[in-house]
């Protein structure tokens, strides 16, 4: 049985479901694959923090630096937000290949691309279109 979100909200500590209360607002890009949520929620930093919620392993993990709690703001706000409307997580989109990096591991690649995005947001959204646009990219290719 699939534990709720009450359950695992349990973990964090008054003060941090005191500050997620604030957050709901923030809570973006809500997606849910089988007992798997994930979230974007924007903090002080630039990029939001990815957040991503196991329900059924009991599992959570951010993107955030906080390192002094059981649970971050971040994942007791995502769990606040499917609490009150489990609808908001819509199913994930199917899993889009990494392009492949001669000689590069995918979490390499995908954390190069996380900067990109991060630091120079308007070169990954034309990249993005790129990748969009054309249909006929050889998978094989080495970039």
């Not at 995005?117 to 070169?123: C, F, K, M, N, R």
């Amino acid at each position: 049985m699939t534990p709720s979100a009450a359950e695992l909200l349990a973990h964090a500590s008054a003060k941090v479901r005191d500050r997620a209360l604030a957050l709901p607002k923030v809570v973006g890009a809500c997606t849910r694959d089988g007992d798997t949520l994930r979230a974007r929620v924007q903090g002080s930093r630039r990029a939001p923090y990815r957040v991503a919620v196991d329900l059924g392993r009991k599992q959570w993990s951010c993107s955030c630096p906080d390192e002094h709690n059981v649970m971050c703001k971040h994942v007791c706000a995502t769990l606040l937000v499917y609490q009150a409307s489990p609808a908001t997580f819509v199913p994930a989109p199917a899993a889009r290949r990494l392009p492949n990096v001669q000689g590069w591991a995918d979490a390499d690649v995908e954390r190069l691309l996380e900067r990109v995005l991060q630091h120079h947001p308007a070169v990954a959204r034309d990249w993005a279109r790129v990748v969009d646009e054309d249909e006929g990219l050889d998978d094989e290719a080495d970039w």
